[in-house]
């Protein structure tokens, strides 16, 4: 009888192991049969998880509130510092603007556009080395198609990669799997910005010759799926090592990834 | 009632994947890393059987992989495994104590994060040792504080079976 046991055992586990070989394989070579599962699964769970993440968001809340207490003091130096400069810079572009819009009147160029968005929120949330992603509460029936880009007010969060008929999961850009065309805002260079395991965000393909400066401002180029000039976040580190023809530039995003509640999907 | 406390401990370890979506992965600040289905395979490879461990296993970790998962069918292998390998452990001799339930649970863990690390390593994705290594320090000792919740829930419904005579009834 124990032998009968053992030995259905090993069978089992024989077979799930051959099953999930086959499905890893399936996975590896993108089939359909598998995003449409996903898509299936994802719009299954979606009203159970809607409500377990509205149950457990105020514990969310008050853990990130613990993490904001613990890094209070340097953030606000950083935003006094970062005020002060912002208001200089106000008044400035306010002029700009203005003159922009006259010299475009002129010159018979259309304005720039405000693009369409889909309001949504997040009802999950998935973090290891390996990927970044949130689970949102809209889908196809409201519009999302994969590879739209997500915002909310701070700057960009990610891009769609699965889209199911209620729900939609995100690829955040801090993701190891996550590629981006951005440009540098001051001196227009274009580069592509990476996740990676340990969540930093990197800027690559500066040359080592092109001045790059801390605190510099990332955005979105207009060389890709999504729209350009949406707000990525600012350089905080720049090195450049020996024998590597490009700069070493970390990125440190504007959107708390952490803190994520309320979002917009971007219609185009 | 066996089947009843099967159906029940499937339910729960449901509840265990979407509370692990929806709320543990909120709390990956400060290197604490929770992996509450792991946690809950063993309980029921422990507490009910490692068939059901490793049909559990497979299935949720089936559903994890397709819910949010890069790589399809890598959680299920190792959730199934992990059923597996403790219950080689406890045919190797170990007791049914607390102590031998942290050891395990601490084992299975290492066990894990190892294996996948390798796995994606051999699927051509580059490996961070030095976060690798903060986790193999980190993941167990939340892992074995979340056994001391996991476990008697699990174990509690079987522990009355026992206490009732429902176990042997048919003796009786």
């Keep these: ?268 | 009632m066996k089947t009843f406390y099967r159906i029940l401990h499937f339910f729960i370890l449901i509840i265990c994947l979407l509370l692990q979506i929806v709320f543990f992965e909120n709390l990956k600040s400060f290197s604490v890393d929770f992996d509450l289905i792991m946690v809950v395979i063993i309980a029921i490879t422990l507490f009910d059987s490692v068939f059901w461990g490793m049909l559990f296993g497979f299935i949720v970790g089936m559903v994890l992989d397709i819910m949010v998962g890069s790589i399809v069918g890598i959680s299920a292998f190792i959730y199934s495994m992990n059923a597996f390998m403790v219950d080689r452990l406890i045919t190797a001799g170990f007791r049914y104590k607390l102590l031998t339930y942290s050891f395990i649970v601490f084992l299975i863990t290492e066990i894990n994060i190892l294996i996948v690390s390798l796995i994606r390593y051999l699927f051509n994705f580059d490996s961070n040792l030095l976060r690798m290594g903060l986790e193999l320090v980190t993941k167990p000792v939340c892992n074995i504080i979340l056994m001391f919740i996991i476990f008697p829930i699990i174990s509690s419904g079987l522990k009355r079976e026992t206490e009732l005579g429902f176990k042997y009834k048919n003796k009786i």
């Design chain 1, 1 to 268: 009888m124990i032998l009968n046991r053992r030995f259905r055992n090993f069978i089992v586990l024989a077979i799930i192991i051959v099953l999930c070989l086959v499905v890893i394989t399936v996975s590896f070579r993108q089939s359909d049969l598998i995003n449409n599962i996903k898509v299936k699964t994802v719009d299954f769970f979606k009203p159970i998880q809607e409500k377990f993440y509205s149950f457990f968001s105020p514990v969310t809340r008050f853990i990130n509130s613990i993490r904001d207490y613990i890094n209070l003091r340097e953030k606000y130096l950083n935003l006094q510092r970062e005020n002060s400069e912002l208001r200089r810079r106000y008044s400035e572009n306010i002029n700009l603007k203005v003159e922009n819009n006259s010299l475009r009147k002129l010159l018979g160029i259309e304005l720039r556009k405000d693009y369409a968005t889909i309001p949504a929120k997040v009802i999950g949330y998935y973090e290891s080395k390996w990927q970044s992603e949130v689970v949102l509460n809209v889908g196809r029936s409201d519009g999302v198609l994969e590879g739209m880009g997500v915002i909310d007010e701070n700057g960009l969060i990610g891009v769609v990669i699965i889209a199911g008929n209620d729900s939609c999961n995100v690829r955040l850009i801090n993701d190891p799997r996550s590629n981006i065309g951005v440009r540098i805002l001051s001196s227009r260079k274009l580069g592509i910005i990476q996740g990676s395991q340990d969540k930093k965000i990197t800027l690559n393909y500066i040359p080592g010759e092109e001045p790059v400066f801390k605190d510099d401002i990332i955005i979105t180029s207009e060389y890709g799926k999504l729209p350009e000039e949406i707000l990525i976040g600012r350089v905080s580190k720049v090195t450049k090592n020996m024998g590597d023809p490009y700069k070493a530039i970390e990125i440190e995003p504007f959107v708390d990834f952490k803190k994520i509640e309320y979002v917009l999907v971007i219609k185009e």
